[in-house]
């Protein structure tokens, strides 16, 4: 059974300070996505990433796929309060549908 | 582009009912996936359709099954109810191909009582 480990499971900062959220695994994934969701609602893509090493920006946030492929990063800059919800990574299978998620890292974000 | 739509958005049942919940994916996404959510266990695949067949499912009881329509349009069923199977419930849909980038819908609540 593949597994994904994140860390932290919660983070409370003040606006304006940088932080980063790990997800690890023992396994290879053929992709790695990152999604934010807010409560009542459900999962939004953020980023995928497909390459081990591989580095993506958006705006504030950065995301790097591990060169082995079983671990990634999210990093986030200077914090604001839209940037509060939970934070979920998800491994793909190289067929099908089947995402493996973390458990998620709650970020709050006070003013 | 209308984004996944389910519905209801909240169900209140009790133990032994069966629940349907619906979903319709985005236009042109023929795979719609099921996903359970609690905070106890996170996000866990239940299955996948893709062409109204099957195509891959997770570990959970008989009592969990879906279908999916012609228009892609997805349904799950949820037979004899029990109290751990309440939880918010996600469908998800993709294009076919690609990096397996899935879109969620808003979920349903699900309550047993």
């Known amino acids: 059974t593949q597994l994904l480990e994140q860390s932290p499971q919660f983070l409370s900062i003040q606006e304006g300070e940088n932080l980063t959220v790990y997800c690890n695994s023992s396994?290879?994934?053929?992709?790695l996505q990152w999604y934010r969701q807010e409560p009542g609602e459900g999962p939004v893509l953020l980023v995928t990433?497909?390459?081990?090493?591989e580095v993506k920006k958006l705006k504030r946030l950065t995301f790097q796929f591990g060169d082995a492929r079983k671990d990634s990063s999210l990093h986030i800059t200077a914090a604001q309060p839209g940037d509060t919800g939970l934070y979920l990574c998800?491994?793909?299978?190289?067929?099908?549908?089947?995402?493996?998620f973390g458990e998620g890292t709650q970020l709050t974000v006070n003013p | 582009k209308a984004g996944v739509t389910q519905t209801p958005r909240y169900l209140i049942k009790t133990r032994g009912q069966q629940v349907t919940l619906s979903c319709s994916p985005i236009?042109?996404?023929?795979?719609v996936s099921w996903y359970q959510q609690t905070p106890g266990q996170g996000l866990q695949f239940l299955f996948e359709?893709?062409?109204?067949?099957?195509?891959n499912k997770g570990n959970f009881p008989g009592r969990f099954s879906g279908r999916q329509f012609s228009n892609s349009r997805s349904e799950m069923n949820v037979s004899t109810l029990e109290l751990g199977d309440s939880a918010l419930y996600l469908c998800?849909?993709?294009?076919?191909?690609?990096?397996?980038?899935?879109?969620f819908g808003p979920g349903t609540r699900l309550t047993v009582l």
């Open positions: 998800a849909s993709r294009v076919a191909g690609g990096f397996n980038e899935q879109f």
């Open positions: 396994s290879v994934f053929s992709s």
């Open positions: 990433v497909v390459t081990g090493g």
């Open positions: 998800a491994g793909g299978e190289t067929s099908g549908s089947r995402l493996t």
């Open positions: 236009s042109g996404h023929r795979s």
């Open positions: 359709y893709f062409s109204e067949t099957q195509r």
